[in-house]
């Protein structure tokens, strides 16, 4: 069965988010939650501002940076932030159990402010997942597990928020060039980090940094660019209904690269998520694709550029 560029790009995504995990258990020893969330995104940052004039990104319209800002404060800097934070007292594997639950935060969301629907069906598939994600946040007995849980579940709604803000974006541009804005944004917003930054550089194994690159130059700067081009394509309950499959590539590279055994009842936790998330992309509901028009690189970006934000997905082309 052939594979569609959509379909491979969601794939895509899965892998590299699912690798990250792990990779930011080990950037923590030799970094900060702090200043791993500024080192990373300042990466990905320069990556993409490389790219960016080969590759025709423009400028956004002035009526467009608060979407931007959002998007970055929120699917960047807090995202990073509460994540890398709450991995210093939970594994790898369990974080990516708590974070699969981002569908069920953005399906709600995308239904009151996209027009997408939602269904009894889905309704029931959010509590579901919203209660595995939660079962998962109580599973550890040790010091600091439960509060680091719960700022690994504020993190989750962070990027639900990013995924939200960044829909109406993509029917005016790129998936890179929405995904240089918000990381650019992001890191704008985490710049009086950069002095301990620059300490801890000196400071830290060369395994650590290493991990940290690798954070910024694949999960963060390609894995944004990638998510842009299938989620500009499809409902945003379609799209981020793929990345339930993200814990269960986490477990596995996270048992492979760390030696992480996931406690049982995180598993539990983690196969009711899943579980809900099924339920939310049960077939019936409203998730057609969308076939977002693709920007001209040459064409200048105007604030009189139609917004299509609010519209029904299937009314889009």
């Not at 639950?101 to 069906?121: K, Q």
Request: proline share 7%.
């Amino acid at each position: 069965m052939k594979l569609n560029k959509t379909s491979l790009a969601l794939a895509a995504t899965v892998l590299l988010w699912a690798t990250a995990f792990p990779a930011i258990r080990v950037a923590l020893d030799g970094y900060g939650p702090a200043q791993l969330s500024f080192l990373r995104i300042a990466v990905a940052s320069l990556a993409l501002g490389a790219v960016a004039p080969s590759l025709g990104v423009r400028r956004p319209a002035r009526t467009d940076l608060w979407r931007i800002a959002i998007a970055g404060g929120a699917g960047m800097s807090a995202y990073q932030l509460l994540l890398n934070w709450g991995e210093i007292h939970v594994p790898a594997g369990t974080a990516s159990l708590i974070v699969a639950a981002v569908p069920a935060m953005s399906a709600v969301p995308a239904a009151c402010f996209l027009g997408e629907r939602f269904t009894p069906t889905k309704a029931g598939g959010s509590l579901v997942a919203l209660a595995g994600a939660a079962l998962v946040a109580v599973s550890g007995k040790e010091s600091g597990y439960t509060a680091a849980a719960w700022a690994i579940l504020a993190a989750a709604c962070s990027q639900a928020v990013y995924h939200l803000t960044i829909k109406p974006l993509l029917h005016r541009y790129s998936g890179l060039e929405v995904a240089a804005y918000a990381m650019w944004a992001g890191t704008a917003l985490l710049v009086p980090l950069a002095p301990s930054t620059v300490r801890a550089v000196l400071d830290a194994p060369a395994g650590a940094t290493g991990a940290v690159v690798f954070l910024g130059l694949l999960p963060s700067a390609a894995g944004f660019v990638i998510w842009g081009y299938a989620v500009a394509r499809l409902s945003v309950t379609a799209a981020t209904a793929a990345l339930y499959l993200v814990p269960a590539v986490t477990l596995a590279a996270s048992y492979l690269w760390l030696g992480e055994q996931p406690r049982p009842l995180a598993i539990l936790g983690g196969l009711v998520t899943i579980a809900g998330l099924v339920l939310l992309n049960k077939r019936g509901s409203s998730t057609k694709r969308v076939q977002a028009p693709r920007p001209s690189p040459s064409r200048a970006v105007t604030p009189e550029a139609p917004v299509t934000e609010g519209l029904p997905a299937a009314t889009r082309r």
